[in-house]
């Protein structure tokens, strides 16, 4: 048999005793690190580097940064991580024209605040200022002294009911339509409650229902378009959609100018007595004649000329 070789005691003890230094040595020095991050972490939590370094505020328009970073309670003395973003978001979305809020960390110490805020769909003239009436058709508290143009003025709402129905259809505008709207006036009548009136930024005016105004008005643009240049009336949207010319020679709110349908341009015409005449020329043949031959006709629906 091959005899194995035999090492003593002796011989083993060092071995051992320098095997078991290096692990006393390794578990120090894991101590220690582990001590030393523990204390830079507390001083580091403790000291002015773990606080907010920058804080940017995304989708503002009415509502500023600043009244934003208040409603937040973040400032640049803030502990980056003692930010609580769920807390954050329903303090900022308890402002009346946010509906929307969200709060991203960024390491190391950025902070990101992103809103979103209710649309201004008019605005309201009272007392000589102006209230904000916001998409659902409340007023704002707060009042201004002159409109955003942001939105259109709405006149001659004095009840709430139309007024937020009004907001309503409004909404459902596209912005690009709405863009173009200059003043809404409610001009009820016997039988019809809902009627309106517009003003576009364009020179036109819009006839229109609350009830449907959402569903016509967004045609306007192409009917504007089919107008020839410079020409002045209403374009009726309310039923069908067809143009109604003012009466330039004449410039009075009796005259009435008549056009086809929105799809077909404009073609205006002079009212003519059952003589033949033109009513804005007076008879020369017969001098003695009535003088209320000569006088404009009435036609059924007169036109306001603004």
């Known amino acids: 048999m091959e005899e194995r070789k035999v090492v003593s005691i002796e011989d083993r003890i060092p071995k051992l005793k320098q095997t078991r230094r290096k692990k006393a040595n390794r578990r120090l020095i894991l101590y220690l690190t582990i001590l030393f991050f523990l204390i830079a972490a507390v001083v580091y939590l403790q000291s002015p580097l773990s606080n907010v370094r920058s804080i940017t ?17 973040i400032t640049t003395e803030t502990n980056y991580w003692r930010i609580d973003p769920e807390a954050l978001k329903e303090k900022i979305e308890s402002h009346e024209e946010i509906t929307f809020a969200s709060i991203d960390r960024s390491f190391p110490n950025n902070v990101t605040i992103e809103v979103e805020e209710a649309a201004r ?14 998409e659902d058709g409340s007023r704002l508290e707060e009042e201004t002294a002159l409109p955003g143009g942001d ?30 709207i200059s003043e809404v ?9 809902y009627k309106i009136r517009l003003y576009m930024n364009d ?6 229902s609350i009830r449907t105004f959402s569903e016509k008005m967004p045609a306007y643009p192409s009917i504007a378009a089919q107008l020839e240049e410079g020409a002045e009336g209403i374009i009726h949207i309310d039923v069908g ?3 109604e010319e003012f009466n330039a020679d ?25 003589s ?10 017969e001098p003695s004649a009535d003088p209320e031959r000569s006088q404009e006709p009435v036609v059924d629906e007169p036109l306001r000329q603004e």
């Open 276 to 285: 033949g005449q033109p009513s804005g020329e007076p008879e020369q043949e």
């Open 250 to 274: 004449e410039g009075s709110e009796d005259n009435a100018g008549t056009g086809e349908s929105s799809g077909s341009g404009v073609e205006s015409e002079e009212p003519v007595e059952e």
């Open 57 to 73: 505020v995304e989708g503002e328009y009415h509502v500023s940064a600043e009244e934003i970073q208040t409603l937040a309670g």
């Open 241 to 243: 959609a067809y143009f």
């Open 185 to 193: 006036h409610w001009e009820p009548e016997d039988g019809n409650p």
């Open 203 to 208: 020179g036109y005016q819009v006839e229109a």
């Open 151 to 180: 939105a259109p003025v709405l006149a001659g709402f004095n009840k709430e009911t139309y007024l937020k129905e009004m907001s309503r259809e409004l909404k459902e505008l596209p912005s690009s339509v709405s863009d173009l």
């Open 121 to 134: 769909i008019g605005y309201v003239q009272s007392n000589g200022r102006y209230d904000v009436i916001m």
